[in-house]
C-alpha cells in the first residue's frame, strides 16, 4: 500500500502546470479593445450583439451556424455580409470563445473553412484524455491533465496564428469579449482593459489563444491558465467607477464581487497569480463584460459611443445557447455519482446554473440599457446631435428598438433535439454530428421569436423610407411595392 501511495503521489506531481506569460505593463493603462470611429460604423443604424455560450465543439459548431444564418439575412449592396457586416460585439465562453475569437479577430471571412479547418478537426490532437490511462487520471485529480502546450497550441496553429489583443485591436472593429473564471475569487474574468489595468499587465501583447484556452479549461481536464499580477510595475489607480460599484448599496452583488475580484489583482498580499478555469462556471454567457462597460464609463450608451448610440435605430442582441437537455442517468440506479463522475457532474451543474441566471440577468440589463438609451439620446442638445450624427434630419430620440434573443435546441424539432442531446462536450467530434450541430444553429436561429422581430422592423423601417420619400419627391402618399 505504501508503493502504491509512493507512485501515486510520483505521479501528482507531474501535474500539467501553466507558467504565466502575460507582459507587464509599460505605458499608463491598456488601450480599448477597439476603437470603432464614424467611418467604420457607417450611418450605424443596426447594431447587432452575439454571445456564445460553452459547451466545446459543440457550442464553437452551434454558434458557426448561427452566423452562417446572420450571413445570409439582410444582405444588401452596402452589407454583402448580411447581418454579419453590423456585428460589433461578440460574447464567448468555453466552447463558444474560439468561435468568437476567430470571428473578432477575422470578421466574415474568418468563416471561410472554418468547418474544415477546425469544426470537423481532431482539437484533441496534443491532449492527454484517455480514461484508461492512470496518469491522466490522477494528473487531472491533481490539477489538471493538460496544459497550455496542448489546445492552446492547436489553436495557434490552425486558427489564430500567434494573433494577440493587439493584432485584435489593429484589424478589427468588432468589440471581442473572451469569458473566464477567478476559481479564487469565485467571479467571471474578463480579457478586458480595465482587468489588465488592475494586474500592471499589458493586455495587447495577451496570445488570444491563451484566452481562449482559459475560456475552455473544463476542470480536471485542463490545468488552470494562470496570469501574473504584476503589482509595483504601473502607476495604477482605482478608477471611480470600480470604487462606486464596490460601495454602492444599489450596485448588483455580482459588480460588487467584480469590484472586490479587481481590487485584489492590485493587492500583493492577496493575489500573486490568477487561476483562470472555464468561464461556464460563473458566467456561461459572458453577460458581465455588458454590465462592466456600463459601470466603467458612467454613461447610458456604453458599450457603444456616443457616436454609435445617436444613430442606433435597432439593436439585436442574440445568444447562441448550445447547452444539452438534463442526464437523468445517474436517477436509473441506486449507486453514483462518485469520483470522477461526481466532480464532473458538479462542474456541469454549477455552469447549467451560470446559464440560466446569466440570460435572464442580460435580459434585465438589456431593458435597463434601452430606457436611459432613450432618456440620454432625448437629452441631447441638437448641435450635438448634428455633431455625432452628421444631420438632424429624422431624428427621433425614442426610434429606438431592442431585440434580445435566444436560439437553442429548443428552437429544433423533436427528432434532432434527441440527436442533438447525444452530441458529447468535446473537442472532438464526428464529422456528421458537426453537421448536424451547424445545421440546428441556423435552424434555431431561423425559429427565435426576436431575432424575426428584428428583421420585420428592418423591413418595416424600409418601407416608412420608401413613403417618406415618395411624399417628399411628388406631395403625395404612394403605396410601398414589396416588402
Not at 285 to 295: D, I, K, N, Q
Request: proline share 6%.
Amino acid at each position: 500500500m505504501k508503493r502504491l501511495l509512493f507512485c501515486f503521489a510520483l505521479l501528482a506531481g507531474c501535474a500539467a502546470l501553466n507558467p504565466p506569460i502575460n507582459p507587464p505593463l509599460t505605458r499608463a493603462e491598456n488601450l480599448p479593445l477597439v476603437e470603432a470611429g464614424i467611418p467604420a460604423i457607417g450611418d450605424g443604424e443596426l447594431y447587432v450583439g452575439l454571445a456564445f455560450s460553452g459547451g466545446g465543439m459543440r457550442a464553437s459548431a452551434f454558434a458557426y451556424g448561427m452566423l452562417e444564418e446572420l450571413r445570409a439575412a439582410g444582405v444588401t449592396p452596402a452589407a454583402p455580409n448580411g447581418l454579419l457586416d453590423h456585428v460589433r460585439l461578440v460574447s464567448g465562453v468555453s466552447g463558444g470563445s474560439v468561435t468568437a475569437a476567430q470571428f473578432g479577430l477575422w470578421g466574415p471571412k474568418g468563416l471561410d473553412g472554418y468547418r474544415e479547418r477546425y469544426l470537423i478537426t481532431d482539437a484533441e490532437k496534443y491532449m492527454a484524455n484517455s480514461a484508461l490511462n492512470p496518469l491522466t487520471i490522477v494528473r487531472g485529480l491533481s490539477g489538471g491533465a493538460n496544459g497550455r502546450k496542448t489546445f492552446a497550441r492547436y489553436l495557434d496553429e490552425v486558427l489564430y496564428r500567434g494573433a494577440t489583443f493587439g493584432d485584435l485591436r489593429a484589424r478589427s472593429q468588432i468589440k471581442t469579449w473572451i469569458n473566464a473564471t477567478d476559481v479564487a475569487n469565485n467571479t467571471p474574468f474578463l480579457f478586458a482593459p480595465e482587468t489588465f489595468d488592475a494586474l500592471c499587465s499589458d493586455l495587447s501583447g495577451m496570445p488570444l489563444s491563451e484566452a481562449v484556452a482559459a475560456s475552455a479549461a473544463f476542470p480536471l481536464v485542463f490545468s488552470p491558465v494562470v496570469l501574473e499580477a504584476h503589482q509595483g510595475r504601473c502607476d495604477y489607480v482605482e478608477p471611480d467607477w470600480l470604487t462606486a460599484a464596490r460601495y454602492n448599496p444599489e450596485a448588483t452583488a455580482a459588480m460588487r464581487a467584480h469590484a472586490r475580484a479587481l481590487e485584489s489583482y492590485a493587492d500583493p498580499e492577496k493575489v500573486k497569480f490568477v487561476k483562470l478555469l472555464d468561464g461556464g462556471i460563473t458566467d456561461n454567457f459572458g453577460t458581465t463584460g455588458l454590465a462592466v462597460e456600463r459601470a466603467r464609463a458612467q454613461a447610458a450608451y456604453a458599450p457603444m459611443t456616443p457616436a454609435e448610440a445617436v444613430r442606433m435605430k435597432r439593436m439585436l442582441f442574440l445568444v447562441a445557447n448550445a447547452g444539452v437537455e438534463a442526464d437523468y442517468g445517474w436517477t436509473q440506479k441506486l449507486p453514483g455519482p462518485g469520483g470522477v463522475g461526481l466532480a464532473m457532474s458538479i462542474a456541469t451543474s454549477s455552469m447549467s446554473a451560470a446559464t440560466r441566471s446569466g440570460y435572464d440577468a442580460m435580459r434585465g440589463e438589456v431593458s435597463r440599457w434601452q430606457e436611459e438609451l432613450v432618456e440620454w439620446r432625448c437629452a441631447l442638445p441638437m448641435a450635438e446631435v448634428r455633431r455625432l450624427r452628421g444631420s438632424t434630419a429624422g431624428w427621433d430620440c425614442t426610434d429606438i428598438k431592442l431585440f434580445v434573443g435566444q436560439a437553442s435546441f429548443e428552437g429544433v424539432d423533436e427528432a434532432m433535439r434527441a440527436q442533438l442531446n447525444t452530441v458529447p462536450t468535446r473537442l472532438r467530434l464526428k464529422t456528421d454530428q458537426v453537421d448536424l450541430v451547424i445545421e440546428a444553429g441556423r435552424i434555431a436561429t431561423r425559429a427565435t421569436p426576436e431575432f424575426n422581430g428584428f428583421l420585420q422592423s428592418l423591413d418595416g423601417n424600409a418601407v416608412e423610407a420608401r413613403i417618406a420619400a415618395g411624399i417628399k419627391a411628388g406631395g403625395r402618399r404612394i403605396a410601398p411595392v414589396g416588402p
